[in-house]
């Protein structure tokens, strides 16, 4: 069944109050669309819903130094209502774009799902993307729910007179103990593990994290919705590096267990260009261009 969008708004979700002080839950902009996936069997188990009948997202989730703000507390159900598929026209062209810059990155540490916010540069980097999109003839901007991606997808939204689709399917992989450290501290706090993660990141998930083939499951049902024809033939994803790589080679045909040494670099503000065919077949258009005032739009 597709889903129809809708912002959402306390009055569109009667009977949905927090039990805390934050009153109707709700995201800070934006339409909110996907579900938490089932339990996975692994720590990392999609969010429960408390009395509120909003999901939650489990402590673990929010592992590591908030580094601005609070964490969300919860994440919204979405609004649906039965619609007819949208027929697919001709080829959709997916800009699947990596966050800019925030703290931990500037730093070479692992950020999963801490909601750290975008640094100056991070925040230059999306202005930049920003005023690319003002001429990328833009027909949807989708974003993960974490705060560095909404603050890189909402100048580009803007900028394309759009409203952003928040989709917490396109969140990073929870990296569990390695949230918030670095390569070196992990091989000094768990050598055996990050040895295994490094020889083979698919099958050997860092300790407590989330396993990538649950991640991709998600990711690329996400993407598969925003490439059906139902948001026009040129959106705007914005989501996250481990995710977008396992996502990018699934979609080419690529085992994502090599999406570390296939893709090793992933730019800030940057990442892949996608075409879906009407066939349903994706191919690569271009790998970590520059997005900004008078570059390519494809």
């Known amino acids: 069944m597709d889903k129809k969008l809708a912002p959402v708004r306390g009055s569109d979700v009667p009977g949905r109050r927090s039990e805390g002080?934050?009153?109707?839950?709700?995201?800070?902009?934006?339409?909110?669309?996907?579900?938490?996936?089932?339990?996975?069997?692994?720590?990392?188990?999609?969010?429960?819903?408390?009395?509120?009948?909003?999901?939650?997202?489990p402590p673990r989730q929010l592992r590591g130094p908030v580094l601005s703000g609070a964490a969300p507390s919860s994440i919204v159900e979405p609004v649906?209502?039965?619609?007819?598929?949208?027929?697919?026209?001709?080829?959709?062209?997916?800009?699947?774009?990596?966050?800019?810059?925030?703290?931990?990155?500037?730093?070479?540490?692992?950020?999963?799902?801490?909601?750290?916010?975008l640094t100056e540069r991070g925040q230059a980097q999306a202005a930049d993307l920003g005023e690319w999109a003002s001429a990328a003839r833009l027909t949807a901007v989708a974003s993960s729910t974490l705060r560095r991606a909404r603050e890189t997808a909402e100048p580009a939204a803007?900028?394309?007179?759009?409203?952003?689709?928040?989709?917490e399917r396109l969140v990073e992989l929870d990296f569990g103990a390695a949230e918030g450290l670095s390569a070196a501290e992990m091989r000094e706090r768990f050598p055996r593990e990050r040895a295994a993660f490094e020889a083979d990141p698919y099958d050997n998930p860092l300790p407590d994290g989330e396993a990538p083939a649950a991640a991709l499951a998600r990711g690329r049902a996400a993407l598969d919705e925003l490439a059906d024809g139902?948001?026009?033939?040129?959106?705007?994803?914005?989501?996250?590096?481990?995710?977008?790589?396992?996502?990018?080679?699934?979609?080419?045909?690529?085992?994502?267990?090599?999406?570390?040494?296939?893709?090793?670099?992933?730019?800030?503000?940057?990442?892949?260009?996608?075409?879906?065919?009407?066939?349903?077949h994706w191919g690569l258009v271009a790998w970590n261009p520059p997005l900004a005032a008078g570059t390519d739009t494809w």
Not at 81 to 96: E, K, L, N, W
Not at 158 to 167: Q, V
């Open 21 to 57: 002080a934050t009153g109707i839950c709700q995201p800070s902009s934006g339409v909110r669309i996907g579900r938490s996936q089932p339990g996975r069997g692994s720590p990392d188990a999609a969010a429960g819903s408390g009395s509120s009948g909003c999901p939650v997202l």
């Open 80 to 117: 649906t209502q039965d619609r007819p598929p949208a027929p697919r026209s001709g080829p959709i062209t997916v800009f699947f774009v990596r966050h800019g810059e925030t703290p931990m990155h500037a730093e070479n540490r692992y950020v999963g799902r801490t909601d750290a916010p």
């Open 158 to 167: 803007r900028k394309a007179g759009l409203t952003p689709l928040l989709d």
């Open 230 to 280: 139902s948001h026009g033939d040129r959106v705007l994803v914005v989501a996250h590096g481990t995710l977008l790589r396992i996502v990018a080679c699934d979609l080419l045909g690529i085992p994502p267990r090599t999406y570390r040494t296939v893709l090793p670099v992933i730019r800030n503000a940057s990442g892949a260009v996608l075409r879906r065919d009407r066939a349903g």
